[in-house]
């Protein structure tokens, strides 16, 4: 859906009220214009940029805040790895829905175009491995089963993960990341990790969750 | 200063501008809050600034529009202080602004032009921004050929 920011700052509700949002209760918000019939939203700072990450809402002009889930930065602090973390539905989890959110995310600057992107959702997780040529719309070169979350947490953990809000669900991703980065025991290291180069780029290196970058 | 900017307000900011400019930086800063320091901005003749050392911006009494015809001068609070979150933002990314001139005015310039894209700004805002970005640069060059009566 096309945006069109209207500039006017106010206190009010946020229309939106995703888990980031600030004005749940009466807050500042800034109300935006739905276009064509300019239907008026307002709507919070994380909420506007919640919408404009995930794609569903465009605003022309604007660029997204360069910002990761999670970004991974190897030894001499070059950026090796970002991740996106959608807590979403599995029918919304598709390979299309991850491709189009690493499309709109690069073509608005929201990422910068590092050697390893990664979108996880809940039962699956899509790695990019930079090529060249590359295009936004390309498909992802591993698709893993989210199966190995279970592996490295522990079977309690499939309970709570279909019940977890989005914030847990981003710790949990930061918190595999953290492990498959500073393990010792290569032997528990996926194939997939090892065979994309992605081990050796972010091993031992410094794990940030919400990251400017 | 040049014959577009320092056209602002500097009058000292009353309790609701201030309030105002309070709710602006929320809405800019989101998720990514940068201390707003606001007890200048009841002095008349205060400049909003990012203070490098401090991670911090002051808030000035030019935060609001002045009389002045350019764009600087006459742009919203919205848009004043997008620059000020952008500084902040390439700083925390590790770049380190030049202090002399006439490089200052590039990196000025390219501040209100990275301030242009943010999210929340009407066009208008936008619009004000890149017009601002490119006074910047107009000074820049007059510095580049030594026109100083511009500066």
Redesign the interface.
Known sequence: MNIEPSGVLLVGLCDIQTEKCTAKAPASVTAVWALPARRQINVCSPCLNEMVRSGDWQIEGSRLRRRADVAVFDKSGNLQLVVEAKYIGPDEATLNRAVQIRRNLLVHSGIPDSPFFLIVFPDHFYLWKKGLPDTYDRQADYSVDTEIFFKSFGEEWRNSFEKMSGVEFEKLVSEWIKDLSNANDTSTIPDWARASGLYEAIRNGSVITEAAV | MSIFLDKRNRVALSERQLT?C???W???????KIILIVNEAGMDGSRTRFIEEMNVVYLGANAYPGEGFSANSRM?V??CLAPELSHA?RF??GYRRPLEMPDLLIDEAETSLNA???????????EDLREDARDWITIWLAAQSNLGEVL
């Open positions: 105002y309070v709710r602006a929320d809405v800019l800063c989101g998720e990514n919203s919205l848009a933002e925390s990314r242009s894209f943010h999210q929340a700004l009407g066009s208008q805002d936008r």
